[in-house]
């Protein structure tokens, strides 16, 4: 060990840095002017890191940094606009806004905390005072244009405001902006202290939280991330992000009647929950007669989930235009009784509902509601309504609204004068008031932290703030995982064409489908799971074409309890959504010696055998079950044989069951055994042959040939089901389960086995992916979440969702019968974190084959025209392919302490770049970790 790091650090010595050029460009905006960048001797090793540490979002392979260093730029508060930017390869990390005491009034202090591995790392991050426009100030963080090493480094930004008495008059700011790529915001700062003139943030692949935010008018902007908190403006908003949650609660305040205030909230592929409060100051001109009517133009749009936007307090007479709209979810608008107007709602394929409480005049000036539907049918409604007579005393005539509700494959629902709305201790700050507890929470901790800071940098101690020092942890919620979820691969799959899936088909029937593609889902794994963590993952399950999932399910009593909960999440899909459910009896947990032991499985059968949602098999229409096991399982009847045949009676008698088990058997065997309508090779669909001992031939060329066995073997028009995964690693000690082994995953073999199951589609039925969220065995390609079984260390940091969206591209291949071609250029890589042969310090040894694996780097490009491909693990260390218009697999091999990245070239120009922030392939790891950490452009 002391030899390679000698090694080490004579790399670093000799081929390393040896100041800021031999780092090559840094890309400094043009129009920037750069007055003082900080000296390499002047790094500030900071008091107390531990508690200054706001802690990062856990990414692929990131460990805890050992080394930070900070310095600070004091700006003046009076400046036309305050900035932060940043820019790099290396660019990445948190930017907090918070107030302190400590911060010396007139003024604003930027305090900068570089993370690193290596000090040469730390030299490379330039921090520099820079002006955009006279009377501007900002801070410049950058970082070289290009990758040098494997290296990294994680910036942590703290925006200091001076605290104001809460009795005297907020602090008033120009202009605050943030640009910074790859980076979160949490915004501390509150309305009630502070107000900001204009706001302008911007980040990306990192959330945006507020405690209460207050300006005139603000842009807030990331990408494949949530938005969450409470924003209040007087003048325009905007709330825009992608791939990602929006949950807010929004304050907006009109002070001039004749000028529309306006919010928009935007994301795309995650649901959007907007809770609104209209209020308003504006007054008509002195001596007309015309009706003070306060105006706001209010738009919320999603794609693919849930859209739900209420309006909770209104201003009377006020002018809403209002537009809601999302895809292939709920679309759900809650208006205040004090809105006039028209409304419109539809949908294609669902059904559209207008609710109407009638209530008293919440003006108190004796009006009476009219309402007029003017046309209406299943999928849409359309019609006005106001206030009518009324002690108006000769009030010139009202301006009506507007209110437009619209989805796609969903049901679209407005409620209007639903009952007190306007009543103020029904407010419902149910996402907001939490997040803004925790956010205040960590406001004052922050503040306590920054005391150590002020007392080295400006001198002064604030010995109140002292004892809220590490008064509460925060570090559950602080280091939350921001997964990215993107798009499938291609937004035009052309599955629409196919007739067989065409989403104006009822969920009760899938004799229309004949080829389906389910994913394993282990509900031991969800102990903590509500019908919300249920609805979540059906809808991103079939987001990417699954069709639905199979359910393995144990004896435990609280399973049973979480399949229920499943069940009715699933009454929350619009019927047009075509996802069911089977049952897979996991008989290495529930026992099966005597005929009592079947009551374990009608259990489940009896309560959700006739569900809608319960998968009926088309070549019977019977409801569709198997089993992990069971081979050893007689039920008290003598041979295995007639163990299941005796269960299969029984489940008839309840409803006709369709019968695909998984034995680990001979299958030459399958034809003595009546009770079966086919069988599903669960390991089909990794090279469990291989070993230690295997031939490099062997290895490079592992077949995937245990089906034959099988189709031979299920004659008389009996079901194959086969089984497709991406990973194979288990990691127990003998202490626990005592599993620690691989399977080769190399050569892209997700990829190659989808490819024999598209071309031998004719003799399969179903394709059953292992699995969505079997943390255990490390092929999950849901998002981690639940309870995990004990594999924490080798699963935390290492999201899997980019094989979802890669797994969609191939399952409409296979529902189809055909590729849909390529129209977005996009990058699929994965990698192990460390060498096979590296040694770690832990008491559970490399797992068994741990040989037949190579340390290479995989990916897999879709290019819509020819293009050059590059394959990095540092900046300099590059290998290059050209490839054709279509799908290409490559590889190269990792590097030690290095990093991966892709990129797609055309014309000279980068058009997509994969870069997972905080990989690095640890030549010292501290634990064994077989699993992949993998990532998409």
């Known amino acids: 060990m002391l030899a390679m790091a000698f090694v080490r650090s004579l790399v670093w010595s000799v081929g390393g840095h040896r100041g800021r050029g031999a780092w090559g460009d840094y890309p400094i905006p043009d129009g920037l002017k750069v007055s003082e960048c900080l000296p390499r001797d002047k790094w500030e090793t900071p008091l107390r890191q531990a508690q200054l540490d706001v802690a990062p979002p856990t990414a692929p392979g990131l460990a805890r940094y050992p080394a930070a260093s900070t310095t600070s730029f004091e700006l003046p508060l009076s400046a036309e606009s305050l ?110 202290l502070i107000t900001f003139d204009k706001l302008n943030i911007r980040g990306s692949n990192g959330l945006i939280s507020a405690v209460s935010l207050g300006a005139t008018n603000a842009r807030i902007v990331t990408s494949n991330a949530p938005i969450s908190g409470v924003f209040n ?154 206030w009518v007579g009324g002690r108006d005393g000769g009030r010139g005539k009202v301006q009506m609204g507007s209110v437009e509700l619209a989805t796609s494959n969903g049901e679209a629902v407005l409620v209007l004068s639903s009952e007190d709305l306007n009543t103020p201790s029904l407010h419902p700050l149910f996402v907001s008031l939490p ?24 001198g002064t101690v604030a010995e109140e703030t002292k004892s809220e020092v590490g008064a509460s942890d925060t570090q559950g919620v602080l280091d939350e995982t921001v997964p990215t ?108 010696n005597v005929a009592s032991d079947v009551s374990y499985l009608t259990a489940y059968y009896q309560a959700h055998s006739g569900d809608a949602r319960m998968f009926k098999h088309y070549r019977t229409g019977g409801a569709t079950v198997s089993t992990f096991s069971g081979e050893n399982c007689t039920f008290g009847q003598g041979s295995m044989e007639n163990g299941w045949a005796y269960v299969k009676g029984v489940l008839n008698a309840i409803t006709p069951a369709y019968f695909i088990p998984s034995f680990f058997i001979d299958p030459s065997r399958y034809n003595g055994i009546s009770a079966i309508d086919g069988a599903f090779n669960w390991n089909g669909g990794w090279p469990i042959q291989l070993n230690a001992g295997s031939s490099r031939s062997d290895l490079v060329n592992a077949a ?18 086969a089984a497709c995964s991406p990973w194979f690693f288990t990691h127990y000690g003998p202490n ?69 969206a890669l797994n969609s591209y191939f399952a409409a291949a296979f529902k189809k019968g055909a590729y849909a071609p390529v ?50 693990t540092t900046a300099t260390d590059k290998v290059t392919f050209n490839v054709p218009a279509g799908m290409t697999k490559l590889s190269r091999d990792s590097a030690p302490d290095g990093g991966m990245k892709g990129t797609i070239v055309r014309n000279g120009a980068v058009v997509v770049e994969c870069n997972p922030i905080g990989y690095r392939y640890e030549s010292r790891p501290g634990v064994y970790n077989f699993n992949a950490a993998v990532a998409m452009s």
């Open 736 to 804: 626990t389960w005592n599993k620690n082994w691989i399977y080769r995953g190399d050569d892209h073999l997700f990829v190659r086995r989808w490819q024999q199951l598209i071309s031998m589609r004719n003799q399969i039925d179903i394709v059953q992916v292992i699995s969505w969220n079997d943390y255990g065995e490390s092929h999950y390609i849901g998002p981690i979440k639940g309870a995990q079984p004990n594999s924490q260390a080798w699963v935390d940091g290492y999201p899997h969702e980019a094989w979802l």
């Open 485 to 592: 979820v993107a798009e499938p691969i291609s937004s035009n799959t052309n599955v629409q064409e196919d007739d067989t899936m065409k989403a104006v088909e009822t969920v009760t029937s899938s004799a229309t489908q004949t080829r389906f593609v389910f994913v394993h889902f282990m509900v031991g794994n969800t102990y903590p799971y509500s019908v919300q963590d249920w609805l979540d993952d059906i809808k991103l399950a079939s987001s990417y074409l699954i069709d639905g999932f199979v359910l393995n399910v144990g004896q435990e009593d609280w399973q049973r309890d979480r399949v229920r909960d499943c069940f009715a999440a699933a009454t929350q899909l619009p019927s047009t959504t075509r996802f069911w459910f089977i049952f897979s009896f996991d008989m290495t947990s529930i026992p099966g």
């Open 83 to 192: 900035y932060l930017v940043s820019r790099g390869a290396y660019s990445g990390g948190s930017v907090d806004v918070v107030t302190s005491a400590n911060q010396k009034q007139g003024s604003v202090t930027v305090v900068v905390t570089v993370k690193y591995f290596h000090e040469e790392m730390r030299d490379a991050v330039m921090v520099c005072r820079v002006e955009r426009r006279k009377g501007d100030s900002g801070v410049g963080i950058f970082t070289p244009s290009y990758m040098w090493r494997g290296d990294a480094v994680y910036v942590e930004t703290l925006i200091v405001l001076p605290e104001v008495d809460r009795n005297a008059s907020p602090l008033h700011i120009k202009n605050l902006e943030t640009d910074v790529p790859n980076t979160l915001h949490r915004l501390h700062a509150k309305t009630d």
């Open 233 to 386: 403006s007087t003048g325009n908003l905007s709330l825009e992000t992608s791939n990602g949650a929006i949950q807010v609660s929004v304050k907006l305040h009109n002070k001039e009647a004749s000028t529309p205030n306006k919010l928009s909230i935007i994301t795309s592929n995650g649901p959007l929950e907007a809770n609104i409060d209209l209020t308003s100051s504006s007054s008509p001109k002195k001596g007309s007669r015309d009706v003070a009517q306060p105006q706001y133009d209010v738009e919320t749009t999603t794609s693919n989930s849930r859209l739900q936007t209420n309006f909770w307090r209104f201003p009377t007479d006020a002018v809403l235009r209002f537009s809601g709209t999302t895809s292939n979810g709920l679309a759900k608008a809650q208006i205040n009784a004090e809105y006039q107007g028209a409304f419109e709602v539809q949908t294609s394929n669902g059904g559209a509902t207008l609710q109407h409480h009638t209530q008293q005049d919440p003006s108190g000036r004796g009006r009476k509601r009219a309402l007029k539907v003017e046309r209406q049918g299943k999928t849409y409604v359309q019609g006005a309504v106001e």
């Open 704 to 721: 995937l040939n245990q089906d034959n066995a099988y189709l031979q073997n299920l004659t008389g028009g009996r079901t194959f089901m």
């Open 435 to 458: 997040l803004a507890t925790h956010l205040h929470r960590l406001s004052k901790e922050i503040m306590a932290r920054l005391t150590q800071f002020f007392d080295r940098m400006l």
């Open 823 to 872: 129209t977005k250029d996009q990058i699929f890589m994965w990698a192990r974190p460390h060498p096979k042969d590296a040694n770690a310090p832990e008491s559970v040894p490399r797992p068994t084959n741990w040989q037949i694996t190579d340390d290479k780097i995989w990916a897999v490009i879709f290019t819509t025209a020819p293009a050059t491909v590059e394959l990095y």
